[in-house]
């Protein structure tokens, strides 16, 4: 990570998670389908729908990478080398010139990475878990020398799994502050004994990008969500940068359609695992809507890509750079990153690109 982060109007002490959060999401398969409460004014419009006008300018282009899982088998460091190495030759520039970008071939001036940089720590010892951080920093190193910000995410968190893991959750580098130490991601200040702090904000050239730590770290495991503590500060951080078009990065997803993607012949109501996507939406939507200069927020998590425009804003999951775990596509979503461009009138261009992997070869 480069550049500098910032936790202006970070406020209060952590509070406690469980009691003020709302219980696990009922999605159902009617909610999407209601057309918005008011229009999109600040984002891209569907595909089909009219162009924007020439009047606009790019203001920033970002890469947008998330669920790397890097671990030595399975050639998982030749693909994010290969990954990398795509987005710094510029390697996106026939697809998105092919989709209609303008400036195609023009490079990124950054890269988000959405979480789950290595495999898994939850599951393994120390060892395994240094040797994939080693892996990463390498692969980052050889092949890219721009700025790098990252998200934690759910398989960053050393030894959730006590039993197999061997950790007590008594070590320094317990749960989330490991990858936090592997990335250079400070803890903000009012955190509580499970909620690590993983958040943080920059300016990019006119806009407004927030790193959000939506991985939630309970007894026995983790879920979606963002504690008190966080959203007192995101209220905060969002007050006091109302004037910059803004974008909201996330591990796990705010909002997506991709949990609907599962038990799809099921017959019964359709209710969200909290482990899929944050549990007080409910709460987010509300502030993004006091907030109209929200205008994206990506994630990752799902090793699926979807684009839902909802109340404002519109949410892209973003695929997965190992696709299926280095073992193929996942369902539809083969192994790829987003292009994202990001303009002055607060609009927002997001292209997923594969970057020709094929696993097992
Ligand atoms: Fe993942």
Same mark, same amino acid.
């Given at each position: 990570?480069?550049?500098e982060?910032?936790?202006?109007?970070?406020l209060?002490?952590?509070?406690?998670?469980?009691?003020?959060?709302a219980?696990?999401?009922?999605?159902?398969?009617?909610a999407?389908?209601?057309?918005?409460?008011?229009?999109?004014?600040?984002?891209?419009p569907?595909?089909g729908?009219?162009?924007?006008?020439?009047?606009?300018?790019r203001?920033v282009?970002?890469?947008?990478?998330? =669920?790397?899982?890097?671990?030595?088998?399975?050639r998982?460091p030749?693909?994010?080398?290969?990954?990398?190495?795509?987005?710094?030759?510029?390697?996106?520039?026939?697809?998105?010139?092919?989709?209609?970008?303008?400036?195609?071939?023009?490079?990124?001036?950054?890269?988000?990475h959405?979480?789950?940089?290595? +495999?898994?720590?939850?599951? !393994?010892?120390? %060892?395994?878990?240094?040797?994939q951080?080693?892996?990463?920093?390498?692969?980052?190193?050889?092949?890219?020398?721009?700025?790098i910000?990252?998200?934690?995410? *759910?398989?960053?968190? /050393?030894?959730? *799994?006590?039993?197999?893991?061997?950790?007590?959750?008594?070590?320094?580098?317990?749960?989330?502050?490991?990858?936090?130490?592997?990335?250079?991601?400070?803890?903000?200040?009012n955190? =509580?004994?499970?909620?690590?702090?993983?958040?943080?904000?920059f300016?990019? *050239?006119?806009?407004?990008?927030?790193?959000?730590?939506?991985v939630?770290?309970?007894?026995?495991?983790?879920?979606?969500?963002?504690? %008190?503590?966080? +959203?007192?500060?995101?209220?905060?951080?969002l007050?006091?940068n109302?004037?910059?078009?803004t974008?909201?990065?996330?591990?796990?997803?705010?909002?997506?359609?991709? &949990?609907?993607?599962?038990?799809? *012949? =099921?017959?019964?109501?359709?209710?969200?695992?909290p482990?899929?996507?944050?549990?007080d939406?409910?709460?987010?939507?509300?502030? +993004?809507?006091?907030?109209?200069?929200?205008?994206?927020?990506?994630s990752?998590?799902?090793?699926?890509?979807?684009?839902v425009?909802y109340?404002?804003?519109?949410? +892209?999951?973003?695929?997965a750079?190992?696709?299926?775990? /280095?073992?193929?596509?996942?369902?539809?979503?083969?192994?790829?990153?987003?292009?994202?461009?990001?303009?002055?009138d607060?609009? !927002?261009?997001?292209?997923?690109?594969?970057?020709?992997?094929?696993?097992g &070869?």
């Amino acid at each position: 990570m480069s550049g500098e982060i910032s936790r202006r109007g970070a406020l209060g002490i952590g509070l406690g998670m469980g009691a003020s959060l709302a219980g696990a999401t009922l999605l159902g398969s009617r909610a999407l389908a209601q057309p918005d409460a008011k229009p999109n004014p600040g984002t891209t419009p569907p595909p089909g729908a009219a162009k924007q006008g020439p009047a606009r300018k790019r203001l920033v282009r970002l890469a947008h990478i998330t =669920d790397t899982h890097i671990k030595p088998e399975l050639r998982a460091p030749e693909g994010v080398a290969a990954c990398l190495t795509h987005i710094r030759e510029k390697k996106y520039a026939e697809a998105l010139a092919s989709a209609g970008a303008s400036g195609g071939g023009d490079k990124v001036d950054l890269i988000l990475h959405g979480g789950d940089v290595i +495999f898994d720590a939850i599951d !393994v010892g120390a %060892d395994r878990v240094q040797q994939q951080w080693d892996l990463y920093h390498k692969a980052v190193a050889d092949n890219w020398s721009g700025p790098i910000y990252h998200a934690v995410g *759910n398989h960053d968190c /050393w030894g959730l *799994n006590k039993k197999v893991s061997g950790t007590t959750g008594e070590e320094e580098l317990w749960g989330k502050r490991w990858a936090m130490k592997e990335l250079k991601i400070k803890p903000a200040a009012n955190v =509580d004994t499970m909620a690590f702090g993983a958040y943080y904000s920059f300016d990019q *050239n006119g806009w407004h990008i927030v790193v959000l730590d939506s991985v939630q770290v309970e007894p026995g495991g983790y879920f979606g969500g963002i504690d %008190d503590a966080q +959203f007192d500060w995101l209220k905060g951080d969002l007050l006091l940068n109302k004037m910059y078009p803004t974008l909201v990065l996330s591990h796990i997803s705010l909002f997506t359609a991709t &949990v609907l993607d599962r038990a799809l *012949n =099921d017959k019964r109501e359709r209710v969200v695992h909290p482990a899929l996507m944050c549990i007080d939406y409910g709460r987010l939507k509300k502030l +993004f809507l006091e907030n109209p200069q929200v205008k994206v927020a990506l994630s990752g998590h799902m090793h699926l890509k979807d684009r839902v425009d909802y109340c404002g804003v519109s949410y +892209f999951c973003g695929g997965a750079v190992c696709g299926g775990w /280095w073992k193929g596509p996942h369902k539809e979503c083969d192994a790829g990153y987003s292009v994202v461009d990001l303009f002055d009138d607060g609009t !927002v261009e997001n292209r997923y690109v594969g970057y020709g992997w094929k696993a097992g &070869v």
